[in-house]
């Protein structure tokens, strides 16, 4: 977390702009300057696109081992690498705490081996200080893996995840997500700060479950109440949709509501105001492998405790 005089240096040297042309590379990409506001995401009419969470399948190592021939350990000769993936696979379909091990550690070494040494002096110079240009707040939904998805590199974005990507208000009391904001706002300076949704969100389902007038310990439950606004919002445009559809909507909603809520912290306010940090939205949807890229107005939004509105820009669909 220090600081070194060669800032200037590593401050732009490593990090590529993701909301342009790097994750381009994942598709075709459309551009619209139009505005949205208040409401602007379209609702899919197929229902069957959520999924339950009590359903979804539980992905498989091996599966993951097949994805990429580098998990093969680097120290091994090309000749021998053929033989030490099926090893790696049978270990997974082994099953057990020693085999889930085992292919971790070879992708440690893969990783050590193919990307560390190839890449020494920038890692070294990651260890005395890091200058990420992004924040990027994301589920912890074992699917959505920002560096995975977008491709960030060791150094290029300060990251937290927390149950369906929600930043709660500033008056509601201290968190680790609003914790990690300051940190990355005040300390790391960050340019940019990016909240990524995701289709079939178990944790929007839950918000959109929960009974009003039911008081829940849940901790689950009175977390997610953080998008108690998005949700209101959701009901109110979407009462002639299926559930299903509902949640989709919010799931986007819910984004927008916690870019807007990023502003009720006076630290991040002033940056947005003066020019020096901007706020994008994102959706992921991992059934269609697409994604959605805004920014969020400043100049268009309100913010009170009566009401609040956003204006959306620069939107972006990959595909």
Request: proline content about 3%; overall charge positive; charged content about 20%.
């Amino acid at each position: 977390m220090g600081r070194i005089l060669c800032r200037k240096r590593w401050r732009g040297s490593r990090v590529s702009s993701f909301l342009g042309s790097e994750v381009g590379v994942m598709g075709s990409l459309f551009h619209w300057d139009t505005c949205w506001r208040t409401v602007p995401f379209s609702v899919p009419t197929n229902s069957s696109s959520a999924v339950s969470s009590r359903t979804r399948p539980w992905p498989k190592f091996m599966n993951w081992a097949r994805m990429d021939s580098c998990y093969a350990a680097a120290s091994f000769k090309e000749k021998q690498s053929e033989n030490k993936d099926t090893d790696v696979r049978n270990m997974a379909e082994a099953g057990g705490e020693h085999a889930l091990f085992g292919l971790m550690k070879q992708r440690f070494l893969s990783f050590k081996n193919h990307k560390y040494m190839k890449e020494l002096e920038h890692f070294q110079a990651l260890s005395k200080a890091q200058y990420p240009k992004f924040m990027v707040i994301a589920c912890a939904d074992s699917r959505v893996c920002p560096s995975n998805i977008l491709g960030f590199q060791p150094g290029e974005a300060f990251m937290i995840r927390n149950i369906a990507n929600l930043v709660p208000l500033m008056k509601n009391g201290p968190s680790e997500c609003n914790a990690a904001l300051e940190f990355a706002v005040t300390t790391l300076e960050v340019e940019n700060i990016l909240v990524i949704g995701h289709s079939s969100c178990a944790g929007i389902e839950n918000l959109m479950k929960i009974q009003e007038d039911v008081e829940s310990r849940s901790f689950i439950n009175k977390w997610v109440t953080n998008g108690n606004v998005a949700k209101l919002r959701t009901k109110a445009a979407t009462a002639h949709l299926s559930f299903a559809q509902q949640c989709r909507f919010c799931e986007k909603e819910s984004i927008n509501q916690s870019l807007l809520n990023m502003l009720s912290y006076p630290w991040i306010e002033d940056k947005v105001r003066s020019g020096l940090l901007s706020l994008h939205g994102g959706y992921y949807n991992f059934s269609s492998c697409t994604f959605e890229k805004w920014t969020l107005d400043f100049n268009g939004c309100t913010v009170n405790e009566e009401s609040s509105s956003y204006v959306i820009k620069e939107q972006e669909f990959w595909s």
